[in-house]
């Protein structure tokens, strides 16, 4: 089923505010902003609110600290039920905006907002409390043997601004389920290009319980990037303790300047991914065909809008005219391979890319030295047919992957590095061979290619890797809460 277009290029949209229960439509105190959707937003002054949007007594948390954690999963549950897409004209409204300012295809963004009430079950945020640590953040845990003295451990809830990412919308609900499950206090800086799904999702907590000390600690606005009127009143240690941010590199260089002392960065940094692909995936046909579906997902995820998804493919072949068939063979199959992908997981991209599409004829026109088989407009591979990737590689979207012939397969890793978050390798000798070289040079996750992940993936994972609360190489969890030592002298 399709949604009406609940908002045109042409017109305004309304954006609230969201502070601590109460619900801040646009007055007589609004500003305009260019939208991402081709029109204009419009939301209260962020000038004028912004000495609201945080906390200025951090013992103000006292309500949420005491909130037993198994009442904040529950409550959490029932938040999940009111983000039904069909059923939430606010989340509606999200959806609209975000396929007009996005590159994602309609069957692709209709199953991430149809993924929502999964992120919130019961299940998936009690296996994000147990990666914290169980008992830390309900009360004081006792460590190490007992002696003269007594320690024990507690996680706390802090204050923390979250500027997030609009590529694709769940990073608004695993914001908010974080910051839940964490008992600190949230603002959620909305994005250009998905400046109304925060907004729903915080709108659901005040649906369920406006007075429930979650939706007491947890606001929403939207404001220009740079704006340093609003951005010096908010982005201080007196205000905030944590400072989290998911975005390109331009975005994370502005952020440098407000962090000080008593603000403590975590980063979801630019990241981007590869696959490695054993000599056997051209040694029969089988294989190739198992070899290519799993590239095809690596790739195809998402029409590879995300950091995980691969652009260049390094297979392990020689550079002899054989050798090169083969790996062009490869790359046929995984081209068909794209279109076998589900329409909920991959799709022809919404648009081409001219910029991409210009580049590949030229490269083309280059044919001692690459192959291109498709375009941006369905998916496709530029084989490479000496050991160097396309100098575009960064640029590849819309479904297509550089394949590049390497003849020692076990020099890839050290081309990794901190910017490399997944690595898909097939088959399964070669990636417990190369594994921990992999981690070494820096990356933070290693998969298999293999058709099943294509059949089994939903937008909200839960499978055991979520419930490990590891994100690129780090624990966010963790890292979002205040670790307090309590020490006692043992007198008896």
Not at 222 to 227: E, F, N, P, R
Not at 285 to 295: F, L, R, T
Not at 311 to 319: G, H, I, N
């Amino acid at each position: 089923m399709s949604i009406e277009a609940s908002a045109s290029k042409t017109s305004v949209v309304d954006v609230p505010f969201l502070i601590r229960g109460k619900v801040l439509e646009p007055g007589e105190h609004s500003v305009e902003f260019a939208g991402r959707h081709g029109g204009r937003i419009r939301t209260p002054d962020p000038a004028r609110y912004a000495a609201q949007l945080t906390l200025a007594d951090a013992g103000q948390l006292q309500d949420l600290h005491d909130t037993p954690t198994d009442e904040i999963i529950d409550f959490l549950a029932e938040v999940g039920k009111r983000l039904i897409l069909d059923e939430n004209p606010m989340l509606q409204t999200a959806y609209d905006l975000a396929f007009q300012a996005g590159e994602l295809t309609e069957p692709l963004l209709r199953q991430l907002y149809d993924d929502f009430p999964l992120w919130f079950r019961p299940e998936r945020t009690r296996g994000m409390v147990e990666s914290l640590g169980p008992g830390y953040l309900d009360g004081w845990v006792e460590r190490g043997a007992p002696g003269r003295s007594t320690v024990r451990l507690r996680a706390i809830g802090v204050r923390s601004l979250h500027i997030i990412a609009g590529n694709v919308p769940v990073t608004a609900a695993i914001t908010v389920i974080r910051s839940a499950i964490t008992k600190g206090d949230c603002l959620i800086k909305m994005p250009s290009n998905d400046p109304f799904t925060a907004a729903a999702v915080v709108r659901a907590l005040i649906d369920v319980d406006a007075g429930h000390p979650v939706t007491k600690h947890c606001s929403v606005a939207y404001w220009k990037g740079g704006d340093e009127t609003v951005e010096r009143q908010i982005i201080r240690p007196a205000r905030i303790e944590r400072l989290t941010a998911w975005g390109g590199m331009a975005s994370m260089v502005h952020i440098q300047k407000y962090l000080v002392p008593g603000i403590e960065f975590i980063g979801f940094n630019p990241k981007w991914s590869i696959s490695i692909v054993g000599h056997e995936a051209l040694e029969s046909e089988a294989a190739m065909e198992e070899a290519a579906y799993g590239v095809a997902v690596r790739a195809g995820e998402h029409n590879q809008t995300g950091c995980s998804d691969t652009r260049v493919v390094y297979v392990e072949c020689s550079t002899e005219p054989d050798d090169l068939d083969r790996l062009e063979k490869f790359g046929h199959a995984i081209h068909k391979a794209f279109g076998e992908l589900p329409s909920w997981f991959s799709t022809v991209p919404k648009r081409p890319n001219p910029d991409l599409d210009a580049e590949l004829r030229a490269v083309a026109m280059e044919d001692e030295f690459y192959r291109v088989i498709g375009d941006s407009s369905f998916g496709g591979a530029v084989v490479s047919r000496t050991e160097e990737p396309v100098e575009f590689a960064d640029q590849l979207n819309n479904r297509i992957v550089n394949l590049v012939p390497v003849p020692d397969i076990s020099r890839v890793p050290q081309w990794a590095n901190e910017a490399t978050q997944t690595v898909g390798v097939y088959p399964e000798r070669l990636r417990e061979q190369l594994r921990d070289r992999l981690a070494l040079y820096g990356v933070q996750r290693i998969v298999p290619l293999r058709r099943e992940d294509a059949a089994n993936a939903t937008g909200a994972d839960v499978s055991p890797r979520s419930s490990l609360g590891v994100q690129d190489g780090g624990e966010p969890l963790r890292r979002m809460v205040r670790w307090v030592i309590d020490e006692s002298m043992d007198l008896r």
